[in-house]
């Protein structure tokens, strides 16, 4: 089938193309349709939604690893998800299942950051309506809009622990995506190397130190994400629900 096959000949992604700015609308016209009806959406039960949506994410994903393996683009150094963006869908699934808050904190940040630049300028070869546009679209976009429903719908909301928690989280996993890399010759989260094509990257300095320049930018666009989503003293709704961590 042409839709899944391996060549972006016929078909190749164009970057701002018709059905890139279509996705981009369809992006902005979701998340401000979450928060405009946010107070109907409370009072509808929306669990079943959740699931569903989160078993939709976990076949979109296998089919895309059986994809790579069928068209013979699986590779070891570069087809593991392990990337920021496949931790914020792995995030976002759990999130899901769950409602655990401790998910949310380091999903909406990931998510939010890590998902809209992919968005925006996507490393993509295939166009709509190929199976691989239609799993990075539906992917990225649930990267967003779920931590935002999560805070404008069932009221969660970052604590400045949160970025703390990110910057933990983020600490913990790198030595683990590092020791990974070695084994397979691979850049996951580009702590490896620099991509080769140009990129932020070139201006946070050479290698190793680009590292610790792209967290501490992290950090810094996760403490603006804090600020503009934490909870204001003069909120006039109710205080969000309770939920373990």
Same mark, same amino acid.
């Given at each position: 089938? @042409?839709? $899944?096959?391996? +060549? #972006?000949?016929?078909? &190749? /992604?164009?970057?701002? #193309?018709?059905?890139?700015?279509?996705?981009?609308?369809?992006? $902005? =016209?979701?998340?401000?349709? =979450?928060?405009? $009806?946010?107070?109907? %959406?409370?009072?509808?039960?929306?669990?079943?939604?959740?699931?569903?949506?989160? =078993?939709?994410?976990?076949? /979109?994903?296998?089919?895309?690893?059986?994809?790579?393996?069928?068209?013979?683009?699986?590779?070891? +150094?570069? +087809?593991?998800?392990?990337?920021?963006?496949? !931790? +914020?869908?792995?995030?976002?699934? !759990?999130?899901?299942?769950?409602?655990?808050?401790? $998910?949310?904190?380091?999903?909406?940040?990931? @998510? %939010?950051?890590?998902?809209?630049?992919?968005l925006f300028t996507p490393i993509l070869s295939y166009d709509f309506p190929h199976f691989r546009f239609l799993h990075f679209f539906f992917t990225h976009l649930m990267m967003i809009w779920v931590p935002?429903?999560?805070?404008?719908?069932?009221?969660?909301? &970052?604590?400045?622990?949160?970025?703390?928690?990110?910057?933990?989280?983020?600490?913990?996993?790198?030595?683990? !995506?590092?020791?990974?890399?070695?084994?397979?010759? @691979?850049?996951?989260?580009?702590?490896?190397?620099? &991509?080769?094509?140009? #990129?932020?990257?070139?201006?946070? @300095? &050479?290698?190793?130190?680009?590292?610790?320049?792209?967290?501490?930018?992290? !950090?810094?666009?996760?403490l603006i994400v804090w600020l503009l989503f934490r909870e204001k003293s003069t909120a006039k709704e109710k205080k969000p629900k309770s939920f373990s961590n």
């Amino acid at each position: 089938m @042409g839709w $899944f096959s391996g +060549s #972006s000949k016929n078909n &190749p /992604f164009e970057m701002f #193309s018709e059905s890139h700015v279509i996705v981009l609308a369809i992006l $902005f =016209i979701v998340s401000a349709a =979450i928060f405009l $009806f946010r107070r109907k %959406l409370r009072r509808l039960y929306l669990r079943f939604v959740e699931i569903s949506l989160a =078993i939709t994410l976990i076949i /979109f994903e296998t089919l895309y690893q059986i994809w790579q393996v069928q068209n013979e683009i699986w590779n070891r +150094s570069s +087809s593991i998800p392990l990337e920021l963006c496949n !931790i +914020s869908l792995f995030l976002t699934i !759990i999130l899901l299942f769950t409602r655990r808050r401790i $998910f949310y904190e380091i999903l909406l940040f990931t @998510g %939010l950051l890590g998902a809209s630049q992919a968005l925006f300028t996507p490393i993509l070869s295939y166009d709509f309506p190929h199976f691989r546009f239609l799993h990075f679209f539906f992917t990225h976009l649930m990267m967003i809009w779920v931590p935002l429903y999560f805070t404008w719908v069932q009221r969660y909301r &970052p604590t400045i622990w949160s970025v703390i928690k990110l910057f933990v989280f983020l600490n913990v996993l790198m030595p683990l !995506i590092l020791f990974i890399n070695k084994l397979t010759d @691979g850049n996951y989260m580009f702590l490896s190397r620099k &991509p080769e094509s140009t #990129s932020l990257l070139d201006y946070l @300095g &050479p290698y190793p130190y680009y590292i610790i320049s792209m967290e501490g930018l992290l !950090i810094c666009l996760s403490l603006i994400v804090w600020l503009l989503f934490r909870e204001k003293s003069t909120a006039k709704e109710k205080k969000p629900k309770s939920f373990s961590n």
